[in-house]
Structures are given as C-alpha cells and as structure tokens.
C-alpha cells in the first residue's frame, strides 16, 4: 500500500459545518465544509470525484404476502450549484429466492471514489449470501439462526472487501462506504431479523407497547471512541482524536488517524475500502444483531446518515407513522425532512438514502 500522500489533513466521513448536533466549535471556513462525505485535502481543495450525470433520485417499491417496502436514495445539495454526485446506493427484495426470505441494504460512500464503492458493495453483496442455506437456517428456531447468519453475512462483507481491493478501476485508499444489512427469514410465526452493520448507516425496527409506538436499534453506530473499537484501532497502531483548530479547540467527531501522518481522518470505525484506514484497525468485519419479530412490530427503517445526521431514531418514527402504513409516502416524507434539517443547520446537504418497510403478517 503505497503512504506517499500529502501530509495535510484528509477528512473522510465528516467535515465539520455549524451543525447544532455538532457543538458550537469553530470549524473550517465555509468553502471547506462542502459536504460532510467528501475528502479536503490540503488548503481546502475539495475532492468529489464521480460522474457528475451519476445525480437525482432513485426508487424502489415492492411487497410480498407479509410485508411491503419503498426506497429511495436523493443526491445532496452543494452551494456552488454543482449537480453533486450520489454516493449512496441501496438493495431491497422482497423476495430473495424463496418467498420466505427479504434483504434490504444501505450503503453510503464517501471519499473521491466512494459513488464507486457503494455501487459495488450494492452489486456484489446479495450475490455472496447463499438463497439456499437462509432459507435452510430460517426453518430453524429463530435463536439458532443468528451464529451461521452471522457467519455468512461476515464472509460476504470481507469478501467483497478483498474484491474491491483487487479492483484497479477503483481507488479505495481514502474512499470506502458503510453497510447495514437486513435479512428478514422465516416462517409466519416465526420471523426474525438478521442485521449486519459497519459504519454509521441504521436500521430499527418500530413496536407497539401499549398502543405508543417505541423504538428497538437493530443497529449501533461504529464511532471511532467507542471502547471495543477504540481499542482495535489502538492496537493495531493508530490514533483516535478529534480535529484541532487554530485555537487549540477540538472540532466534531473523534476520527482514525495513521500515527505519524494527519489521515485518513475518517469518522467511522468499520466500513468497506477505506484501504489506508485498514492498516491502523479500520474493518469491515459487521457487527451482527438479531431480532425475533411479532405481531407487536410494525415497520422497519433503514437509512444512511444524511436522515440520522439531524434526525432521531424517535422522529424517523414519528414521521413513519404519520403516514398511516403508505410506505411510498414515509420515505418521501423523511428524505423531506432531512433534508430541510440539512438546509436550516448546514451550508450542506448529504445525500439522503431511506428504506420503509411495513410488516404485516409475521
């Protein structure tokens, strides 16, 4: 792996704006906070890469006897009236070779080629999870299934992981993307959910408890100071710590730095790429989670962080259920409200990806 970069900081994952989520520390000058996902490297030069065609809207709508979901992925904003690339890209079947079996991903990439990367991770991970043992392990009792779903699901992310290294027509050195994962199996009565995550996309799951709606996390953000992955990356030789400022103040997230050079700087502790990161304890190996569904469950939520940068896991709810079970409606309604979250606290916007699912037969 070839460290000749420049020395000068490259932010992955976060560039600091006046967000309010974000405290009130002093950050760059605005013509430096163009877009949280992209890297700044050296005097403010900003680095976006991509098909500037590659922009707008995507969507997705689907159902099948038991539940039925929409997507859709929307392109961020950038002041200078640049159309910005969409580096997030998602998945969604409602059927995934056996009508018992739906798999929903988010993917949000960042980094000069990250548009690239999510677009890869998107293509290739369905195609590592083998049909025929998912509906084999969802046969099972449900508490049997989590160990070789998590097996599988951990192979199919570092597989794909060595196959975009080996990829020459993508640099991955400081570009990479996050992955959340829903495997929804079994049979009516049954039915659990098999989460894989790296990075600091989300997924939740929606519950009645006594007629008020409350959230379950499938997910955990991987932030870089959390105690498992800080240690990972400690020992495996590189730093965790915020940026500094002129003033000696520190500025956003903590992110991973190599020992003795000022990058990456990436804000997330596992993801997929991120090729300079991976020498200091980066991975892409998910932590995987499982949920037992019920008749008390009402829909699920998957989404990148341009909806959890402003909004909570209980306003992503809250708006969800105001659209009365239309799940085309709810992720227009959240991408809507992200977005102008995004407008009133940034210069910014960041591409904006969400997927709906309501169950209905468990």
């Given at each position: 792996l070839n460290l000749s970069l420049p020395k000068a900081p490259v932010i992955m994952g976060g560039v600091m704006g006046k967000g309010k989520k974000k405290g009130e520390a002093k950050g760059p000058p605005p013509s430096q906070t163009a877009n949280r996902k992209l890297s700044v490297v050296g005097d403010g030069?900003?680095?976006?890469?991509?098909?500037?065609?590659?922009?707008?809207?995507?969507?997705?709508?689907?159902?099948?006897?038991?539940?039925?979901?929409?997507?859709?992925?929307?392109?961020?904003?950038?002041?200078?009236?640049?159309?910005?690339?969409?580096?997030?890209?998602?998945?969604?079947?409602?059927?995934?070779g056996d009508k018992d079996v739906s798999i929903f991903g988010v993917f949000d990439g960042h980094g000069a080629c990250g548009h690239h990367v999510s677009g890869l991770v998107q293509k290739e991970i369905p195609k590592h999870l083998?049909?025929?043992?998912?509906?084999?392990?969802?046969?099972?009792?449900?508490s049997q299934a989590l160990e070789p779903m998590a097996k599988q699901l951990s192979a199919a992310y570092n597989k794909v992981n060595t196959l975009l290294e080996k990829d020459k027509a993508i640099d991955s050195s400081l570009s990479g993307t996050t992955a959340v994962t829903c495997v929804v199996m079994g049979e009516s009565g049954s039915r659990s959910v098999i989460c894989a995550n790296a990075g600091d996309s989300r997924a939740i799951i929606a519950y009645d408890d006594k007629g008020k709606l409350k959230v379950h996390a499938l997910s955990e953000d991987q932030k870089p100071d959390r105690d498992i992955e800080r240690q990972r990356i400690i020992e495996s030789g590189g730093r965790v710590e915020p940026l500094i400022d002129e003033e000696g103040e520190p500025i956003g997230p903590f992110r991973v730095w190599l020992a003795n050079m000022m990058l990456p700087g990436l804000a997330m502790a596992r993801s997929i790429g991120d090729d300079i990161a991976a020498t200091v304890g980066v991975c892409a190996t998910p932590e995987c989670t499982q949920y037992q569904l019920s008749a008390k469950d009402r829909f699920m939520v998957l989404a990148s962080d341009g909806v959890w940068e402003f909004l909570s896991n209980e306003d992503v709810v809250q708006i969800v259920q105001s659209c009365d079970g239309d799940a085309e409606k709810a992720c227009a309604q959240v991408c809507a409200r992200a977005y102008s979250e995004w407008k009133a606290e940034e210069e910014v916007v960041d591409d904006i990806t969400c997927i709906v699912v309501f169950f209905e037969k468990v």
């Open positions: 030069l900003i680095v976006a890469g991509g098909d500037p065609n590659s922009t707008g809207t995507v969507t997705d709508t689907g159902s099948c006897e038991w539940l039925r979901f929409n997507s859709l992925s929307n392109a961020g904003y950038e002041p200078d009236g640049h159309k910005k690339t969409n580096q997030d890209a998602f998945f969604s079947f409602a059927e995934f083998d049909k025929a043992q998912i509906k084999s392990e969802g046969l099972k009792e449900p």
